[in-house]
C-alpha cells in the first residue's frame, strides 16, 4: 500500500495549492493518452488520482493523516473511484475540459461497475493481532453463458454503425461565434461502441447476473471499529466486461466480556476485597497475550491502575501497517459485601470499634431513620 505523499511527491506538511501543481506535472506524464498501451503507465495514473482525490479534500486527508488508506470510509462517488465526475473532471478543472492530450473524453467501452458495501464483525483478539476473516456480498458478477459479453453463443458484439466504434457523436452547428462542435454518448450502443444483435438470453445482453461471493479480508493489526478496508475491483462487475467497482469492508469489532479500548491501550476492572485491599494480595490477570501475575500492594486505592508497558493496541500507520503497541491498563474495584453471616459483621464492628469508627448500631435504628427521612 503506497503512501499517497509519495506517490505525488510532496512532503506531508504540503499546501493545497501545491498538491495541485504536483498532480497537474505527473499526471501530463502519466496520462494513458501520453502513454498509449502502457499498462504500467495507466495503473501508476489510478494511484495519482486516487492520491490526488484524497489529498486534495480536507477532510479525507484528515482522516488519511490519522488512520492511512484503511481510514478512508466509503466510495468517493458511486461507481466512481476518483470523486463524482472520475479523472475527466479533474482535467476539466485544470484545463478547462476534457483531456489535455486531446481525444475528447477517452475511447469507448463498456462502464466501470457500481462499488459495494458490506460490514465485516471481527473479535477484539482478532482486531489487536489482526485477521483473515471472510464477507459475502451479493453482487453483480460476469454471466457464465455469454463471458460477460452479453452476446448470445456462437455470436459477439459488432461495431456500432451510428458511431463506428467510438462511443460518441459529433455534431456541428452554426452560431454567431462560427462552428460549434459538441460531442455527445452515442444514444444507440450506450458509448460502448459496440451493439448486439443477439442479445444473450441469460442475462438479456447486459454480461452480468446477481450472485452471491465470497472474498477473504486481510484485517491489519490494531484495526478499530468505524474503519473502512478498500478492495480494489472487487466490486459489482460492470456491464458488458466493464471492469468491476471496489468492495468498501466496514470493521466492527465485538464487545469482549472483559477488555475494552480506549485509543490504543486496553483496560479492565480487576475486583478485590475490603480485606485484600488493606492487606494486599496477589492474582492471576488474564490478557489477551497470556496470563499475568498481577502485585496488589497493602493499601491500595479504588481507581488505582496497573500498566504493563506495550501489551495494548497494535498502533496503525499511515500505510496501513503496525508499530508499537499501546499499554494495558488494570484499574482497581473494590467491592463491598452487600451481605454479612454474623461472624463477619463481629469482625467488622471489632475493626471499626478498634480503628475508632462510627457504624451503624446492629439493630440498624440509624438506617432506619435515614430511610424514613427520604420517605
Not at 15 to 24: E, L, N, V
Not at 84 to 110: L, T
Not at 301 to 330: C, I, K, N, Y
Not at 332 to 349: D, G, K
Request: glycine letters at 14%; charged letters at 30%.
Amino acid at each position: 500500500m503506497s503512501d499517497f505523499y509519495e506517490i505525488l511527491g510532496v512532503r506531508r506538511d504540503a499546501s493545497a495549492d501545491a498538491i495541485k501543481k504536483a498532480y497537474r506535472k505527473r499526471a501530463r506524464e502519466l496520462h494513458p493518452d501520453a502513454n498509449p498501451d502502457d499498462t504500467a503507465a495507466a495503473d501508476k495514473f489510478k494511484e495519482l488520482s486516487r492520491a490526488y482525490e484524497v489529498l486534495s479534500d480536507p477532510e479525507q486527508r484528515a482522516r488519511y493523516d490519522r488512520f492511512g488508506e484503511a481510514g478512508l470510509g466509503g466510495a468517493a462517488g458511486a461507481g466512481d473511484p476518483f470523486g463524482a465526475g472520475g479523472v475527466g473532471d479533474i482535467f476539466d478543472a485544470f484545463f478547462g475540459g476534457g483531456s489535455p492530450f486531446g481525444g475528447g473524453r477517452g475511447p469507448a467501452g463498456p462502464p466501470r461497475g457500481a462499488d459495494v458495501e458490506t460490514v465485516a464483525r471481527i473479535s477484539l483478539e482478532e482486531s489487536v493481532f489482526g485477521c483473515t476473516t471472510s464477507v459475502t456480498v451479493r453482487t453483480a458478477v460476469a454471466c457464465d453463458d455469454c463471458g460477460g459479453t452479453g452476446a448470445a453463443a456462437g455470436t459477439a458484439p459488432v461495431t456500432c454503425p451510428d458511431c463506428r466504434g467510438a462511443g460518441q457523436v459529433r455534431r456541428v452547428r452554426q452560431s454567431i461565434l462560427g462552428q460549434m462542435v459538441t460531442t455527445t454518448p452515442c444514444t444507440r450502443c450506450g458509448g460502448t461502441g459496440e451493439v448486439l444483435e443477439h442479445p444473450c438470453r441469460t442475462c438479456r445482453g447486459d454480461g452480468r447476473v446477481q450472485r452471491d461471493k465470497a472474498y477473504d479480508v486481510q484485517v491489519p493489526a490494531g484495526v478499530a471499529s468505524g474503519q473502512t478496508m478498500r478492495l480494489t475491483g472487487r466490486g459489482a462487475r460492470g456491464p458488458r466486461g466493464g471492469e468491476a467497482g471496489d468492495l468498501y469492508v466496514h470493521i466492527e469489532v465485538r464487545e469482549h466480556e472483559r477488555w475494552r479500548r480506549e485509543d490504543d491501550d486496553l483496560v479492565t476492572d480487576v475486583e478485590v476485597s475490603i480485606a485484600q485491599a488493606a492487606l494486599g494480595t496477589e492474582m492471576t490477570l488474564p490478557t489477551l497475550d497470556g496470563d499475568e501475575r498481577l502485585v496488589v500492594p497493602a493499601g491500595v486505592q479504588p481507581g488505582h491502575e496497573f500498566t504493563l508497558r506495550g501489551r495494548g493496541v497494535p498502533r496503525l500507520t499511515q500505510s496501513g501497517r503496525s508499530r508499537g503497541r499501546g499499554d494495558l491498563r488494570a484499574r482497581v474495584v473494590i467491592v463491598v459485601p452487600t451481605s454479612l453471616s454474623a461472624t463477619e459483621e463481629e469482625l467488622l464492628r471489632r475493626l471499626a470499634k478498634e480503628r475508632g469508627e462510627d457504624v451503624a448500631p446492629a439493630d440498624g435504628s440509624i438506617v432506619s431513620r435515614i430511610k424514613s427521612a427520604f420517605t
